[in-house]
Every structure is written in C-alpha cells, then in structure tokens.
C-alpha cells in the first residue's frame, strides 16, 4: 500500500516539475506577459507606479514575442519592445533566466531594468528633435500615440550598427535612449504582440 502512495505521488511531482520547465522554456525562449509599469507609454499603456502600487490602481498587461530576439532579429519602426535598459553590460543567458516573469516572482525580484518603450531609429538612422516633434533622417515623423510635443532640447544623434533608438509615447515623462543612448539588439527581450488585461481594452500591435 505505502508503495503504491509513494509511486503515486512521485509521479504527480514529476507532472508537476516537467510542467514547470515547460512553462519556465516557453516564458525564456518563446513569448511571456509583462506588467506595464510607470506612465512612459501612455496614453498607449497604462502602468502602475513601481514603488506604490495602488489596490485600485491596474497596470496594462501584454504578451511579448521572444523568438526574434534570440537571433538579434531588428524590430520594425513603431514596434513597441521590452528592453534591458542597462546597455553598457552584456547580457548573458543567465539574465534571459533571471528576468523571467515565473523566476521573477519566485525571487521577488522586480526587474526595474526592464522597460518597455517604442522603435522610433534604426541602425543608420539620424535621429533629430525640433520644435517639439522628432525627425528621422530629415523627415519629420508623424506619431499619433505620443501623449504632446517634446519639451526641452536634445542632441542629434546617429544609430549605430546592431542597435535601436527607443522613446516612450509620453515624451516629456520618459526614461528612454535620449537617457542611455541606442539599445543594443541583444538587449532587446521581445516585441509586444496584444494586451490581453484589461479585458476591455485587448488589442494587438
């Protein structure tokens, strides 16, 4: 009898542990949720405050695409992505785990280096800001996400090889490549295919 318990539970924890590193290579590798934080992307995503999160407060979430970005995959203008904002280190595939939604929370980890922002440059690019609007390669973009006009001056700069210029949609409360610069494309952790959460506000991109 007690052998027949012992079997039965010792296959229920390997249902359980293989179903756990199923989920844990798919939120790595293929795609995973995100929890849209701060107020850089609205009007386009609601994020909650990082450090205070309100009870009554619900942050946009959306599912992100990570296939691409094993293989340094450039994103398309206007993409919305994830980032790794600490572009002066490399990352390693230990960080692909670290950042990991399920590993995250396991750890209580709040991953406050990842940021979540809109392709605006591409290797080559020039990237300029005039009279509050922004200009690529001498053209002046046309951005009906963005929240008002740029406030403030900012230098002109050029893309360089295997990396993107990224802003957030709320120019004047954003953290973004004016701050760390161009963004590597290994620091790219995915592009955003839908918000499922709210519910009333599912859409893709």
Known sequence: MMNKIFTQVYENVKIVLFSVIVAIFINVFIFEPYSVKGSSMEPTFHG?????????????RVFVLKIPQHFNSVPEYEDVIIIDSRVERKRTIKDEFLDNT??????DRKNENLWIKRVIGKEGDTIEFKDGNVYRNGEKLEEPYTSEPIYGQFETVVVPEDHVYVLGDNRNKSSDSRLIGAVPLENIRGTVLFRYYPFDKWSTF
């Open 48 to 60: 909650v405050n990082p450090y205070v999160e309100e009870e009554d407060d619900v942050a946009d």
């Open 102 to 107: 399920l590993i995250s929370l396991a750890l």
